[in-house]
């Protein structure tokens, strides 16, 4: 199959996918609100969330939007795929607004199209390359990377544990976007093993460890969603850091290459500096949003303005 229809296939199943994640995020956002506050990580929350119709959709458009992203990628290069789908920031403020009965906000959407430049720089210049069949995984050479990693995502819930700051919800969010990074990553191993077999997986450790991380990467994000006023930023910073955890984790455990060269290294930080820059734009707006709400709550009721966080 040529390039050009390949890409034909990719680009609108990950603009579709994109779609579903913001949609789900929207909805599982509102869905979160409406049941009672639950602890980090209970899976009693998911128990309340299952007898709202409002969640029951999102977990239709997230799981209708995985079949979309493992077929835009079957078909296209990660360097294309990725990026079109960090462009979920953008449809879940869309949806939000929609849900609220406002209209979107430019800003917010201007934030997560910031979040998909940057990550496409960075994808581009630092794309990794196969260098050997990706059926298993390096355990020695990718134990600084595996303990590095989970230092971060346990000090982010330890954090978000002992803070009442609303930075709290973003640590959560940065360690669902790990968990989500390295679910991605070991799933690469297990399409590998397919490609032997049908029960080549179930001979290997990964597919069960991506059965116990992949479920709690979903709780957690749950627990974002349920925890914080503002759902954009949480969702730019899922779907900034899943995709760069993943290049990391096939670059230290899987044996692919990127180029490190001067100049590559170089673009790629220019890269990651413009998606930060797109998450505190959205941050930022959001605290705005939530700093007018608060405040027209507190007028009386006719001059009230009809706003709601994105």
Same mark, same amino acid.
């Given at each position: 199959?040529?390039?050009?229809?390949?890409?034909?296939?990719?680009?609108?199943?990950?603009?579709?996918?994109?779609?579903?994640?913001?949609?789900?995020?929207?909805?599982?956002?509102?869905?979160?609100?409406?049941?009672?506050?639950?602890?980090?990580?209970?899976?009693?929350?998911?128990?309340?969330?299952?007898?709202?119709?409002?969640?029951?959709?999102?977990?239709?458009?997230?799981?209708? *939007?995985?079949?979309?992203?493992?077929?835009?990628?079957?078909?296209?290069?990660?360097?294309?795929?990725?990026?079109?789908?960090?462009?979920?920031?953008?449809?879940?403020?869309?949806?939000?607004?929609?849900?609220?009965?406002?209209?979107?906000?430019?800003?917010?959407?201007?934030?997560?199209?910031?979040?998909?430049?940057?990550?496409?720089?960075?994808?581009?210049? *630092?794309?990794?390359?196969?260098?050997?069949?990706?059926?298993?995984?390096?355990?020695?050479?990718?134990?600084?990377?595996?303990?590095?990693?989970?230092?971060?995502?346990?000090?982010?819930?330890?954090?978000?544990?002992?803070?009442?700051?609303?930075?709290?919800?973003?640590?959560?969010?940065?360690?669902?976007g790990i968990l989500?990074?390295?679910?991605?990553?070991?799933?690469?191993?297990?399409?590998?093993?397919?490609?032997?077999?049908?029960?080549?997986?179930?001979?290997?450790?990964?597919?069960?460890?991506?059965?116990?991380i992949g479920p709690?990467?979903?709780?957690?994000?749950?627990?974002?969603?349920?925890?914080?006023?503002?759902?954009?930023?949480?969702?730019?910073?899922?779907?900034?850091?899943?995709?760069?955890?993943?290049?990391?984790?096939?670059?230290?455990?899987?044996?692919?290459?990127?180029?490190?060269?001067?100049?590559?290294?170089?673009?790629?930080?220019?890269?990651?500096?413009?998606?930060?820059?797109?998450?505190?734009?959205?941050?930022?707006?959001?605290?705005?949003?939530?700093?007018?709400?608060?405040?027209?709550?507190?007028?009386?009721?006719?001059?009230?303005?009809?706003?709601?966080?994105?």
């Amino acid at each position: 199959m040529d390039p050009g229809t390949t890409l034909a296939i990719a680009v609108p199943a990950a603009v579709l996918g994109a779609a579903g994640f913001g949609l789900a995020s929207a909805a599982q956002q509102r869905a979160t609100k409406e049941v009672e506050l639950a602890p980090t990580l209970s899976p009693r929350l998911l128990v309340d969330l299952t007898k709202r119709p409002m969640w029951l959709i999102g977990l239709v458009a997230t799981i209708g *939007a995985l079949v979309l992203q493992l077929v835009a990628l079957a078909f296209g290069p990660l360097a294309v795929v990725q990026p079109l789908l960090v462009t979920g920031v953008a449809f879940a403020a869309v949806f939000t607004a929609l849900m609220s009965r406002r209209r979107p906000d430019l800003l917010t959407m201007l934030g997560a199209l910031f979040c998909a430049a940057g990550l496409s720089m960075f994808l581009l210049l *630092a794309r990794p390359v196969a260098v050997g069949p990706d059926t298993d995984i390096d355990i020695a050479s990718g134990m600084p990377l595996a303990i590095g990693l989970a230092v971060v995502a346990v000090g982010c819930l330890i954090y978000a544990s002992i803070v009442t700051h609303p930075s709290r919800v973003l640590a959560l969010a940065l360690s669902t976007g790990i968990l989500y990074g390295v679910t991605a990553g070991l799933m690469k191993v297990v399409t590998g093993q397919l490609r032997i077999g049908l029960d080549e997986p179930f001979r290997h450790p990964v597919l069960y460890v991506v059965c116990i991380i992949g479920p709690i990467g979903f709780l957690l994000s749950q627990n974002t969603f349920q925890q914080g006023r503002l759902v954009s930023p949480a969702v730019a910073v899922i779907t900034s850091a899943d995709p760069v955890v993943g290049v990391l984790v096939g670059v230290s455990w899987i044996g692919e290459r990127i180029d490190t060269s001067p100049a590559h290294l170089a673009g790629a930080a220019i890269g990651a500096a413009v998606v930060v820059a797109g998450i505190a734009l959205i941050c930022a707006r959001g605290t705005y949003l939530l700093h007018r709400l608060d405040e027209s709550e507190q007028m009386p009721g006719a001059q009230r303005i009809r706003m709601a966080p994105s």
